[in-house]
């Protein structure tokens, strides 16, 4: 099997399922006043401390979640309401449309019902964010913003944000900046102290960690109402029983994963630019989406080293994806998937690629398990099956 | 082969799928998408393209251990079939969606991407039979559904696979449930996939507006009530007229005929339904076999009825249909489709020669 979707989620590591095999074995909760309960709180602030140490964080600022969409959620809903609360003019939500589902669509519930404003910014060609759209959507009414929210680096086609500027752009006009580094932690450098965002949502299963668990670094003078209720842990930010064998295995994650960023990063971009070279070599009019990933971005990569987000022009993505699949190769639409129906991606829509376009797109992603043989397999299959893929498309449009 | 099962998220197209890959065949299954936004069971969708059946697809794919997708034929199904049925309704005929179904998305939008992407055929949960070639009534003629398979054509047809043709649906359930299959005891579906509340004049209005008109007497050219829109109307109806003042006799009155351009309803006793001839276009002959006019039949006049005798001609590649005996509720738009005309081989142990699918065409219009 050849699997190319380590951003959709990458295999869990062996020292993290040992740690939480060993940790499972232990009773007791952190919230409980006996021994017991003392021994999984020490493991659990441990942990935390291991996090903040790796990500340039305070463990207090640590909050652990049940993952990505939760952190999300906590921190837009949560500075929403905390910042209205604080004044009712602050209603406004500034956002790029490159946004996971897990933001966007809080934001939206947010609209629907909690009196929440929007500013959609632009993203360039390659889907990123420039400050002086950001600066100019601040402008238009600095007083009635309650929040900005820009992801770190884009997760279908891998685009690296100028979050440090970002954040500095907010900061100007004391507005809190958010920022989802779900894609972005292992891959690119991510120090939350120096890159000055308020709140910045981590999750262990993209890094080899267990899924169902993650965290929302958040600052300590950063306003957050819950979202949850409940035992009050996490500082009440975040009721709810610690996952004590989850945390620890994130920790372990985390600190692998930023232990061997560096290396990665050169193995799985060598990897990308391989595959990229050997598939064009398959489909000469294949095109890359997103950052070329020759640049530099705070000190890192400006594209995620580990993504080729490609264009297959005249195909469909969903039959690419099924003819790969039986080939034995994994990898993804990169789209979002509602009720199993696929969408053009609202990433490449947003970065200005008609519909078609946006429909013949594939996702590769690396991650610590891939090797060059995995560039090979996709190497032999990807021409036929283009081929396929083209005259399907074809037979649709004949029918048109 | 390589297979590809269309499949609903119903029992037939389970057990369909289940067949072909103990039939030895490499089987994909795939769910159509018919709806842009489809629904769920809690927005009130009863129709056979919601989440849930999706769900329940994928999880008799799971059972088979074979890849299962999703596809997205909204737009086809939309030019195709929704627009289609609206039109004919605007034009005072009598469409049949599923049939239009059949003919320009399972078996031609879904079969042609298949086959562009290596598939050899598409295996569906229709109740019929193909035998060489030739399709014929199902085992289960409570389950019958040859007559809207009738207008696919012989290159459609070698392309197909429909493994239920020889079980009868009690039969098809049992075999769900011995393979632990949830949706073994999920109702059939009856609706209209589109019209999910089941209420086709609803939504007719909605689509088209208020076409409001006269009904007017046959016998007294009289006009008698007054309609919202014709399209509320089918040839044969008798309930639902709203008239208050009974006919001069007593009698019963039935929707004799719809006028769209003057939208004018006709109705009238149940004599002026009487149909001799009966007229239809676009023929095909699924078997490939042009048989030699004209030619003794029974003939099926929409989609849940019996069959008529008659005797059927070819003229200037229309289909004339002179039956022997009256027939009612004949509608223009209702397909038509023949069986019998061409003997199976006496010594094979097949279906009757009755069962089998000759031809098929769009009605165009009838005589008394």
Same mark, same amino acid.
């Given at each position: ?28 909760? @952190? ?5 017991? $309960? ?30 990505? %969409? ?31 589902? @897990? ?77 989802? @580094? ?66 620890? $295995? ?87 998937? %509602? ?12 970065? $200005? ?13 690396? $991650? ?24 399907? @498309? ?7 | ?20 890959? /103990? ?28 989440? /849930? ?10 059972? !088979? ?38 003919? =320009? ?5 879904? &079969? ?17 039979? &193909? ?21 696919? *054509? #012989? ?13 009868? =649906? ?36 909605? =689509? ?17 009530? /007054? ?10 109806? +008798? =309930?639902?007229?709203?008239?208050? +003042? ?5 009698? #019963? ?19 002026? !339904? ?14 490939? +076999? ?11 006049? +929409? ?58 065409? *769009? ?6």
């Amino acid at each position: 099997m050849t699997y190319l979707d380590h951003a959709a989620t990458t295999p869990v590591l062996p020292e993290v399922i040992a740690a939480i095999s060993q940790a499972m074995t232990l009773t007791g909760n @952190a919230s409980s006043l006996h021994t017991s $309960g003392r021994a999984a709180r020490r493991r659990i602030e441990e942990s935390r401390e291991a996090i903040a140490a790796a990500l340039g964080a305070r463990p207090s600022e640590v909050v652990f979640t049940s993952g990505g %969409t939760e952190s999300d959620n906590l921190a837009v809903a949560g500075i929403y309401r905390a910042r209205v609360a604080a004044d009712p003019r602050r209603h406004r939500i500034i956002a790029p449309a490159i946004e996971h589902h @897990a933001v966007l669509d809080v934001i939206e519930h947010l609209v629907a019902d909690a009196g929440a404003a929007v500013t959609w910014l632009e993203v360039d060609d390659f889907g990123r964010v420039h400050a002086d759209t950001l600066a100019a959507a601040i402008a238009e009414n600095p007083a009635d913003v309650a929040l900005v929210t820009v992801m770190w680096a884009n997760n279908e086609v891998g685009t690296v944000n100028p979050i440090r500027e970002l954040a500095e752009v907010a900061h100007t006009q004391g507005i809190p900046f958010h920022t989802d @580094a779900v894609q972005a932690v292992g891959q690119v450098p991510v120090d939350f102290a120096r890159s000055g965002v308020d709140a910045l949502t981590v999750t262990g299963h993209k890094i080899g960690g267990p899924v169902g668990v993650g965290a929302l670094l958040v600052r300590r003078d950063t306003p957050v109402t819950p979202i949850m209720f409940g035992g009050g842990q996490e500082r009440s930010i975040r009721s709810g029983t610690l996952d004590k064998a989850g945390i620890i $295995g994130l920790a372990v994650a985390v600190q692998d994963a930023v232990a061997h960023r560096v290396e990665r990063a050169v193995a799985h971009a060598a990897l990308r630019d391989e595959l990229i070279r050997a598939v064009t070599a398959q489909v000469p009019d294949v095109q890359l989406s997103g950052d070329p990933g020759a640049g530099l971005m705070d000190g890192g990569p400006s594209r995620l080293p580990g993504n080729a987000h490609l264009r297959f022009p005249g195909c469909e993505g969903d039959s690419l994806l099924m003819l790969l699949d039986a080939a034995g190769i994994e990898c993804s639409t990169g789209s979002a998937c %509602t009720a199993g129906v696929a969408r053009p991606s609202h990433v490449l829509l947003a970065m $200005g690629l008609p519909e078609p376009d946006a429909r013949a797109s594939l996702r590769f992603t690396f $991650g610590h398990t891939s090797t060059i043989d995995d560039v090979t397999a996709v190497a032999q299959a990807i021409g036929p099956a283009v081929q396929r893929s083209r005259r399907a @498309a074809l037979a649709g449009a004949r029918r048109r | 082969m390589r297979v590809l099962a269309a499949m609903s998220g119903g029992v037939d197209s389970a057990v369909a799928a289940a067949l072909a890959v /103990e039939a030895g065949h490499e089987v994909t299954g795939v769910h159509m998408a018919l709806s842009r936004t489809p629904g769920t069971l809690r927005t009130g969708s009863r129709g056979c393209c919601t989440v /849930e059946d999706a769900f329940d697809a994928r999880r008799v794919c799971d059972l !088979l251990g074979i890849p299962f997708y999703v596809w997205d034929f909204s737009e086809d199904f939309l030019d195709d079939v929704v627009a289609d049925f609206l039109s004919e309704y605007a034009a005072g005929r009598t469409p049949n969606p599923c049939l239009r179904c059949n003919e =320009k998305i399972k078996f031609a939008a879904l &079969l042609d991407r298949a086959i562009a992407l290596g598939f050899d055929a598409v295996c569906t949960g229709h109740y019929a039979r &193909l035998i060489d070639g030739a399709l014929y009534r199902s085992v289960d003629l409570a389950k019958d559904q040859s007559y809207v398979l009738a207008v696919l *054509t #012989p290159d459609q047809l070698a392309h197909s696979m429909f493994p239920l043709g020889e079980l009868t =649906k009690p039969q098809v359930r049992a075999q769900a449930r011995a393979r632990g299959f949830a949706v073994a005891a999920k109702p059939d579906s009856y609706d209209i996939c589109f019209i999910p509340d089941g209420d086709t004049h609803g939504y007719l209005v909605d =689509k088209l507006g208020a076409r409001p008109g006269a009904v007017v007497d046959a016998t007294t050219g009289e006009q008698i009530a /007054e309609h919202d829109g014709f399209f509320a109307y089918t040839i044969g109806q +008798r =309930k639902g007229l709203g008239l208050s +003042r009974p006919a001069a006799d007593g009698r #019963p009155r039935y929707v004799l005929g719809i006028e769209p351009t003057t939208r004018t309803v006709t109705v009238g006793p149940a004599s002026g !339904l009487d149909v001799r001839l009966v007229v239809a276009d676009r023929v095909v002959f699924p078997g490939g +076999r042009r048989p030699d006019f004209p030619i003794r039949v029974q003939a099926q006049l +929409r989609a849940h009825g019996g069959t008529v005798g008659g005797s059927a001609d070819l003229v200037d590649g229309t289909l004339r249909l002179s039956l022997d005996q009256a027939a009612r509720g004949v509608a223009p738009g209702q397909t038509m489709v023949l069986y019998g005309g061409a003997t199976p081989d006496a010594a094979s142990a097949g279906p009757a020669a009755d069962q089998y699918v000759l031809a098929a065409g *769009t009605i165009v219009r009838t005589g008394g």
